[in-house]
């Protein structure tokens, strides 16, 4: 078992920036993939941006050039650089630790994007 633990999320201006941090109770060096999806209320979740055990990432269209996805294995944590952000980047965004028998998901952060 491993406990996610996302913090970073808040109320920010259009334009702006957020760093959202997924800290693990374990390590993470197990998990072949890391990523942040999100959320919003009557959608779908979607993948925002992931990252594998050997650095590569992949990101949604909408986000790419705007955000940036990192791991620090040694301090078990995954973080999403925000940049740009925008109104609809409102959602609740998870974290996930993923490899072909063990699938965990943390509780969420709000991040909402509002004048």
């Known amino acids: 078992q491993v406990q996610l633990v996302e913090s970073g999320g808040g109320l920010v201006q259009p334009g702006g920036s957020l760093r959202l941090s997924c800290a693990a109770s374990?390590?993470?060096?197990?998990?072949?993939?890391m990523g942040w999806y999100r959320q919003d209320p009557g959608k779908e979740r979607e993948l925002v941006a992931r990252i594998t055990i050997l650095g590569s990432t992949n990101y949604a269209d909408s986000v790419k050039g705007r955000f940036t996805i990192s791991r620090d294995n040694a301090k078990k944590t995954v973080y999403l650089q925000m940049n740009r952000l925008k109104p609809e980047d409102t959602a609740v965004y998870y974290c996930n630790a993923y490899t072909s028998s063990e699938d965990y998901w943390g509780q969420g952060t709000q991040v909402t994007v509002s004048s």
């Open positions: 374990r390590t993470i060096f197990s998990f072949n993939v």
